[in-house]
C-alpha cells in the first residue's frame, strides 16, 4: 500500500535551543503525550543494520513489534526515527522534527522557534489504512501539543516545570513528617521545600534516576547543598540511590546497583561493542529516585534512543553499505571526534575548515583525523563495508553534572552516613585522578611523655576533630588514621591546598583556644590511586598514595609541602593567604628519583577590608 505523509508546522514564542531541549526528551515528550510504555531488546544486527527489537501494546490491548533503528539527528536542527513493524496494521513510520528560527522576534530580543513535524506512514493492511488518521495521527498531534502544555504549566510557575503526564498519586503524611526531620538536619528549608515540590508534581520519570546537579542547576541553588540535601534524604528514606555503570563511548546507563558492593570492574557495551573496565572517575555515577514509601512511581521506558539520551552526540547518522553520505554538524567547543558504533572506529576533530571524503572499509577509517569547522559545516563519509554503519560527531568532555563514585566517596559527609558503602572485597577500581593529603604530629612522641597518656590523648583526638572539620569542609574525606597522622582524599585538587593551607592558618587560634602547642606536618600529591575494600572500608592505594605520603615526610611542621609541578598548577589558589615558599630537592624514601617540591610555611589569611569587599 503507498505511504502516507502528513506535514505539522507552528511557530512557538520560546528559542531554538529551548526548544530542543524539551521535544528531543523524546521519553518524557512520548510519556506525555499518551503514546504506550515499550520493552526494548539489546542491540541486535540483522539484514546489515543495527536495531532494537521493541515490544508494546497501543491503547493497552493491541500487540506491536517493530524494529527501532538508531536516530538521526543534528543538534538544534533536525533529528528522525525510523520504524519497521513486524506484526499490527503498520508496515513502516518514519517521522521527522526540524527546528528553525521563526522571522519575528519575540520581547526579549531573541527569535521564536518554527518547528516541522513530518510523518510518514506505510500501512501493512486496510486495518492499517484506517488506522492511520484515528489513532497514528491522533499521536502525533499531541507530540506536536507538547510545547503548548510546557508554555502553559510556566505562565505562573516559580520554577521551569515540564508538563506532567497525570497527578501523581503521593503519600502527603509520610512526604512531609520526612521533610520534617530532614529539615531539623538539614536547615535549608527553602531546598527542603523545593524538593517536596518536585516529587509531588513530577513526572514519574523526572522522580526516578534523578541527578542531584542538573536539579540543583535548573533550581538555581549551589550544587553541593543540593548534593547534601539528596544523600540526608536517602538517609532518612525519603530517596533512595542507586549506582550507574557508564558506557565510556555512549555515556548511557548500562546497568544499575543498589550497593558498591554490586559493581563489577568490567562491563559490556551491546552497542558499542566493547567491554570495558570501570573508573570512579567518569563510569560510575549515582543517581537518586523517590522512596516508594512515598510515591509510587512508574520506572517504564517509552523511548530509548532518542537524542537527549546522548546529549554529547551533537550529530548522528545512518549509512547504508557501499554508499556515501554528508554528515552535517553543528558548532562544538573543545575536542572532538568522529565515531562508529559497534565497530568504535573513530577520527579525532583537529579543527580545519576543509572539506574531505573519508572512508570506512569495515575495520578503519582512510584517515587518522578528520578535518572538522568549529563553526560547524559537512562532511562526505563512504561506507565501504558491508554492512549499515551509524557515525557519530560528539564532543570528548565527560557530563559535569554527574555526580561521580570518586566525588561521592570523597566526601566526609557521604563516609559518615553510609560507612557500610564498599567494594566487594575481589574488587579493585582505578581512579584516573584523586589527591591524597597526609598530615602527622610533630614531636608527639614527646608530648605523651610531656603531659601523660590521658592529657595527650586528648589533645591528639581535638587534634583529629580539628583536621576532620577543615578536611570536610573543603570537600574531602578523611579515609583513616595511622596512630597520630591521618590520610585524606579529595576529588579537587585545589581544594585539598585549600583544606591544607586553612589547617595550618587557624591552627595557632586551635592551639590558643585548646591551650595547647601542636604543631601539624602536612604533604598532598595528586595522580591516579586504586579504591579497594581493605577491612569493610573503602581505602585507596598505589604509586600517589605512597608519594603523598613521602612528601609528608620531607614537612618540618606548620608547613604544606607538594611538588614544583603541582604548586605552577595551583598558585592561583593562593592569592587569599599570606605566605613564605621555599624550594628543595629530595629524594623520596623508597623512590630513585629526585623530586623538586615546594614547601609553604608562615601561612596566614589575608584581611579584606569591608572598604576593599564593597568596591570589588
Not at 85 to 96: A, C, D, M, Q, V
Not at 184 to 206: F, P, V
Request: charged share 25%; glycine share 6%; net charge negative.
Amino acid at each position: 500500500m503507498k505511504e502516507k505523509q502528513y506535514v505539522f508546522k507552528k511557530i512557538y514564542p520560546v528559542s531554538r535551543q529551548k526548544a530542543w531541549e524539551l521535544l528531543a526528551n523524546t521519553e518524557h515528550l512520548n510519556r506525555v503525550s499518551g503514546l504506550f510504555p515499550v520493552d526494548f531488546s539489546d542491540t541486535a544486527f540483522d539484514d546489515k543494520k543495527i536495531f532494537r527489537y521493541a515490544n508494546a501494546k497501543a491503547m493497552g490491548l493491541i500487540p506491536l513489534k517493530w524494529r527501532e533503528y538508531p536516530f538521526e539527528w543534528v543538534k538544534e536542527e533536525v533529528y528522525a526515527v525510523e520504524r519497521k513493524y513486524e506484526s499490527g496494521p503498520i508496515k513502516r513510520l518514519l517521522w521527522e522534527v526540524a527546528f528553525k528560527d521563526s522571522a519575528e522576534l519575540l520581547e526579549d530580543g531573541t527569535f521564536g522557534t518554527e518547528i516541522t513535524g513530518t510523518a510518514v506512514f506505510t500501512p501493512a493492511n486496510l486495518l492499517g489504512l484506517a488506522a492511520i488518521p484515528s489513532v497514528g495521527l491522533s499521536s502525533i498531534k499531541e507530540i506536536m501539543k507538547y510545547l503548548d502544555k510546557y508554555i502553559e504549566a510556566n505562565l505562573n510557575s516559580r520554577y521551569e516545570k515540564l508538563p506532567a503526564a497525570s497527578s501523581p498519586k503521593v503519600e502527603d503524611k509520610r512526604l512531609k513528617a520526612l521533610c520534617g526531620k530532614i529539615s531539623a538536619i538539614y536547615q535549608k528549608n527553602e531546598h527542603i521545600e523545593r524538593l517536596q515540590e518536585h516529587l509531588t508534581t513530577a513526572g514519574d520519570d523526572e522522580v526516578m534516576h534523578m541527578k542531584p546537579y542538573t536539579l540543583a542547576d535548573q533550581w538555581g541553588y549551589p550544587r553541593k547543598e543540593i548534593l547534601t540535601l539528596f544523600l540526608t534524604s536517602v538517609k532518612e528514606g525519603l530517596l533512595t540511590q542507586e549506582w550507574h555503570l557508564m558506557c565510556p563511548n555512549c555515556r548511557v546507563s548500562k546497568t544499575t546497583a543498589s550497593s558498591m558492593k554490586e559493581i563489577k570492574d568490567q562491563v559490556h557495551c551491546d552497542l558499542c561493542g566493547i567491554d570495558y573496565e570501570m573508573s570512579f572517575d567518569r563510569y560510575i555515577e549515582m543517581q537518586f529516585s523517590v522512596h516508594p514509601s512515598v510515591r509510587q512511581a512508574a520506572d517504564q521506558t517509552f523511548c530509548l534512543m532518542g537524542p537527549a539520551k546522548s546529549p554529547h552526540v551533537l550529530a548522528q547518522l545512518r549509512i547504508p553499505a557501499g554508499q556515501e553520505a554528508v554528515l552535517r554538524y553543528p558548532p562544538a567547543t573543545g575536542k572532538t571526534r568522529i565515531r562508529l558504533l559497534k565497530h568504535n572506529a573513530s577520527m579525532d576533530g583537529i579543527g580545519l575548515s576543509e572539506n574531505h571524503t573519508y572512508r570506512f572499509n569495515g575495520e578503519t577509517w582512510s584517515n587518522k583525523y578528520a578535518n572538522v569547522d568549529p563553526e560547524g559545516g559537512e562532511l562526505t563519509l563512504m561506507n565501504d563495508a558491508e554492512e549499515e554503519m551509524i557515525a557519530v560527531y560528539e564532543t570528548l568532555d565527560w557530563n559535569s553534572q554527574s555526580v561521580t563514585a570518586a566525588e561521592l566517596t570523597s566526601l566526609q559527609l557521604y563516609r559518615d552516613l553510609f560507612s557500610a558503602e564498599v567494594l566487594a572485597p575481589d574488587q579493585q577500581i582505578g581512579i584516573q585522578s584523586m589527591t591524597v593529603l597526609f598530615s602527622d604530629l610533630k614531636a608527639s612522641t614527646a608530648l605523651y611523655e610531656k603531659e601523660g597518656d590521658a592529657k595527650a590523648y586528648f589533645q591528639v583526638s581535638e587534634h583529629f576533630r580539628y583536621l576532620k572539620i577543615h578536611i570536610s569542609e573543603a570537600g574531602g574525606t578523611i579515609v583513616k588514621t595511622i596512630g597520630d597522622a591521618v590520610m585524606a582524599v579529595f576529588f579537587r585538587e585545589e581544594d585539598a591546598l585549600s583544606a591544607a593551607l586553612n589547617i595550618q592558618s587557624g591552627v595557632g587560634k586551635f592551639n590558643e583556644d585548646q591551650q595547647i602547642h601542636l604543631s601539624v606536618k602536612l604533604g598532598l600529591h595528586t595522580g591516579p590511586v586504586i579504591a579497594v575494600n581493605a577491612n569493610d572500608l573503602l581505602d585507596y592505594f598505589g604509586r600517589t598514595v605512597n608519594i603523598a605520603a613521602r612528601i609528608q615526610q620531607q614537612s618540618t611542621g606548620d608547613d604544606v609541602v607538594i611538588t614544583q609541578e603541582a604548586f605552577e598548577r595551583l598558585e592561583a589558589n593562593l592569592s587569599d593567604y599570606h605566605f613564605v615558599m621555599s624550594r628543595n630537592t629530595a629524594m623520596l624514601a623508597g623512590s630513585d628519583a629526585l623530586y623538586p617540591l615546594v614547601n609553604i610555611h608562615e601561612i596566614s589569611r589575608r584581611q579584606i577590608l569591608k572598604e576593599e569587599e564593597t568596591v570589588r
